[in-house]
């Protein structure tokens, strides 16, 4: 069997690895009030990389997510507008928070929250929005940002997935209240675990940090009510490095994705993904979506191409609504949503993928998908 092609994988190299040789010999692994070394230049370098006034590392983007609905003051009885159509984490921490989480429509093309459809879920309820940049490609931020700030909103933009990604020129983040971010493993450039959130507003910043560290102001005093969410040393090393490296990182993906674009165009039986003007994909995943045929059919061909050494892989195959335990905030019908859920599949587009690994990938893609289909 063909040795396989991984939807994504981190790269380590050697300076990841003196860094957090460096960290453990010295001998602080966390910081106990605030962030340790390590972590606060890993902000102040992620701040500077993104254009940002703050940067707030913390342990993972389910935190960064938390955290940031937590210091905007998002509380119990508030709704919160999301798409349904994304990692469990984006509707998990507006539960946590004891919010509502209301789940509004997507658009096709994108599979990014339609801003029509989150107008229209608005209610005197709604306290926050989160829209999300699924699969590096950045939602239609501006418009949802008119939205929010016609309605008194928060706006928290999910870029957990948007590494290396803009929209009309800006970084993620540039026009929401605060933008929070994952190094999950798989993600463009990784810390193990871990994620940050970014802010331009000095208050919004100052909650966070106490948040972060059990509320206090100094050590054994809290202030506010606040959690354990500091990123340890050795994490904040490897983002250090790993942050130094995305820029190559995001062009072999956007160089993958082209080239496998430029393979599987005018091949009818798939929509491929796309960039709509003024939006530049981080190409996270590389999500094409069968025209015709049932979920089994799209199933089939995955399992095809997984047999066949192509890690294919399907992302978010069943959307939050329909999961049995957010069926207690409404009943809802989302035909894009439920749609696409059922016709997508991804394909690796990362660093360590080869030109000849693409040409690969689109001839197998191609075979799997005219076996089950036509």
Same mark, same amino acid.
């Given at each position: 069997?063909?040795?396989?092609?991984?939807?994504?994988?981190?790269?380590?190299?050697? $300076?990841?690895?003196?860094?957090?040789?460096?960290?453990?010999?010295?001998?602080?692994?966390?910081?106990?009030?605030?962030?340790?070394?390590?972590?606060?230049?890993?902000?102040?370098?992620?701040?500077?990389?993104?254009?940002?006034?703050?940067?707030?590392?913390?342990?993972?983007?389910?935190?960064?997510?938390?955290?940031?609905?937590?210091?905007?003051?998002?509380?119990?009885?508030?709704?919160?507008?999301?798409?349904?159509?994304?990692?469990?984490?984006?509707?998990?921490?507006?539960?946590?928070?004891?919010?509502?989480?209301?789940?509004?429509?997507?658009?096709?093309?994108?599979?990014?929250?339609?801003?029509?459809?989150?107008?229209?879920?608005?209610?005197?309820?709604?306290?926050?929005?989160?829209?999300?940049?699924?699969?590096?490609?950045?939602?239609?931020?501006?418009?949802?940002?008119?939205?929010?700030?016609?309605?008194?909103?928060?706006?928290?933009?999910?870029?957990?997935?948007?590494?290396?990604?803009?929209?009309?020129?800006?970084?993620?983040?540039?026009?929401?209240?605060?933008?929070?971010?994952?190094?999950?493993?798989?993600?463009?450039?990784?810390?193990?675990?871990?994620?940050?959130?970014?802010?331009?507003?000095?208050?919004?910043?100052?909650?966070?940090?106490?948040?972060?560290?059990?509320?206090?102001?100094?050590?054994?005093?809290?202030?506010?009510?606040?959690?354990?969410?500091?990123?340890? $040393?050795?994490?904040?090393?490897?983002?250090?490095?790993?942050?130094?490296?995305?820029?190559?990182?995001?062009?072999?993906?956007?160089?993958?994705?082209?080239?496998?674009?430029?393979?599987?165009?005018?091949?009818?039986?798939? +929509?491929?993904?796309?960039?709509?003007?003024?939006?530049?994909?981080?190409?996270?995943?590389?999500?094409?979506?069968?025209?015709?045929?049932? +979920? $089994?059919?799209?199933?089939?061909?995955?399992?095809?191409?997984?047999?066949?050494?192509?890690?294919?892989?399907?992302?978010?195959?069943?959307?939050?609504?329909?999961?049995?335990?957010?069926?207690?905030?409404?009943?809802?019908?989302?035909?894009?949503?439920?749609?696409?859920?059922?016709?997508?599949?991804?394909?690796?587009?990362?660093?360590?993928?080869?030109?000849?690994?693409?040409?690969?990938?689109?001839?197998?893609?191609?075979?799997?998908?005219?076996?089950?289909?036509?």
């Amino acid at each position: 069997m063909r040795k396989m092609i991984p939807i994504n994988m981190p790269l380590i190299g050697q $300076e990841e690895i003196k860094a957090v040789t460096r960290v453990l010999k010295g001998g602080m692994l966390t910081g106990r009030f605030g962030s340790g070394p390590m972590a606060k230049q890993f902000e102040g370098d992620f701040a500077k990389f993104f254009k940002t006034k703050h940067a707030v590392a913390v342990n993972s983007g389910t935190a960064a997510l938390h955290m940031a609905l937590w210091a905007a003051g998002v509380k119990a009885g508030d709704e919160v507008i999301l798409p349904s159509f994304t990692f469990i984490a984006t509707a998990e921490v507006v539960a946590l928070i004891g919010a509502k989480p209301v789940f509004a429509d997507i658009k096709q093309n994108t599979y990014n929250i339609d801003p029509d459809k989150l107008e229209a879920a608005i209610t005197r309820k709604t306290k926050a929005v989160i829209p999300v940049d699924l699969y590096g490609l950045p939602a239609e931020i501006d418009r949802i940002k008119e939205i929010a700030d016609k309605h008194n909103l928060i706006l928290v933009e999910d870029a957990a997935q948007a590494h290396g990604a803009s929209y009309r020129g800006k970084n993620p983040g540039y026009f929401a209240d605060v933008a929070c971010w994952s190094f999950y493993a798989s993600k463009n450039m990784t810390t193990g675990e871990g994620g940050m959130v970014t802010t331009n507003n000095d208050e919004y910043a100052r909650k966070l940090r106490l948040i972060k560290s059990h509320g206090e102001t100094e050590e054994y005093k809290a202030s506010v009510l606040g959690h354990n969410y500091r990123m340890p $040393e050795i994490e904040a090393s490897i983002g250090i490095v790993q942050l130094k490296q995305l820029p190559v990182f995001a062009a072999k993906r956007r160089k993958n994705a082209e080239d496998l674009t430029e393979r599987l165009d005018g091949f009818e039986q798939l +929509v491929l993904p796309v960039e709509p003007r003024g939006c530049r994909s981080s190409w996270y995943l590389y999500t094409v979506r069968i025209r015709k045929g049932s +979920v $089994e059919d799209r199933d089939r061909i995955v399992e095809g191409l997984r047999n066949k050494g192509v890690g294919a892989t399907v992302y978010y195959p069943t959307p939050i609504h329909q999961m049995a335990y957010y069926q207690q905030f409404g009943t809802y019908h989302l035909p894009n949503t439920e749609k696409v859920a059922q016709k997508v599949f991804s394909l690796p587009v990362h660093p360590a993928v080869t030109p000849e690994n693409i040409q690969y990938i689109a001839r197998a893609v191609e075979v799997a998908v005219k076996n089950c289909i036509d």
